[in-house]
């Protein structure tokens, strides 16, 4: 199996780290900067030594280069990398265009999870990649053996690949936190009690059937519960319920639910949201 350095002790590289040693490829170093940095090394990376980047390169078949995403060209750049190994980063954002020029083969090896700061299960999480076609054995070797699956995106589609996780992802958390603010202000003890089977269904039964899973009351042509849920939301909560309320119009009036007459009212009631006055 191929000896793996890990460049960075962050959340997601020490949790990548961590699950390919236990998959049994072999980790011949590690660099950490930071306090916070060593300590996590320490804890999910316990056998593994604490080396210089230069170090771990040359040690190393595959260099792991797990640091923020403004980094990593200028870093990788610095490293002693040769023609016979490989340099991966775990940048959803970013292609290959970070590590053009460097001796190594490069790869984009990005896995969809969150990563909170601890040891992470990666098998059945799917990991996107970007990488000449040299690459593409080793790659699907070290997926393999985490127990991962595996997708190939084009290198110009990076940006938009990632832009859907975030929207996806980032975004829900912001809608949730959001929406948990005002079950609290209703008066509601426990919002995500409340909230948990609702949204466990309604993500379930989307991701499985696209927006033909929509519900509630746009999708049942309510304008004027629509109108009373704006009229008790404020500020940045408020804006936000109606710029996806007019993306959720378009969906259903997409799919026939809206009639024009409907989508045209909606559009009323949420364009006097946004300047405090019917349109003329």
Do not use: C
């Amino acid at each position: 199996m191929e000896r793996i350095g890990l460049i960075g002790a962050g959340r997601a590289g020490t949790a990548v780290g961590a699950a390919l040693a236990a998959a049994g490829h072999p980790l011949v170093g590690v660099t950490a900067r930071s306090g916070a940095s060593r300590e996590r090394a320490a804890r999910l990376l316990p056998h593994v030594p604490v080396l210089s980047a230069d170090e771990v390169t040359t040690r190393a078949d595959v260099v792991l280069v797990a640091v923020p995403d403004d980094l990593i060209h200028d870093l990788a750049h610095t490293l002693p990398l040769t023609s016979a190994q490989y340099v991966v980063h775990l940048s959803g954002a970013h292609g290959l265009g970070p590590l053009a020029g460097l001796a190594a083969m490069p790869v984009a090896l990005h896995p969809s999870m969150t990563f909170p700061g601890g040891a992470v299960k990666l098998d059945g999480v799917m990991f996107t990649a970007t990488a000449p076609d040299e690459a593409r054995p080793m790659v699907e070797r070290l997926v393999k053996a985490l127990g991962a699956q595996l997708q190939w995106v084009a290198d110009e589609q990076r940006a938009r690949y990632h832009a859907g996780l975030s929207h996806g992802a980032n975004h829900l958390t912001t809608l949730l936190t959001q929406a948990v603010g005002i079950l609290r202000e209703a008066g509601v003890a426990d919002p995500a009690a409340t909230l948990r089977p609702l949204l466990a269904a309604t993500l379930d039964n989307t991701l499985r059937s696209g927006h033909h899973a929509l519900t509630g009351p746009i999708a049942r042509g309510d304008v004027d519960t629509v109108a009373a849920h704006l009229s008790v939301l404020r500020d940045r909560t408020a804006s936000t319920y109606a710029e996806l309320a007019r993306a959720t119009v378009e969906l259903a009036a997409a799919d026939g639910r809206l009639d024009p007459d409907t989508v045209a009212r909606f559009d009323e009631v949420l364009e006097r949201d946004r300047t405090g006055e019917a349109p003329r």
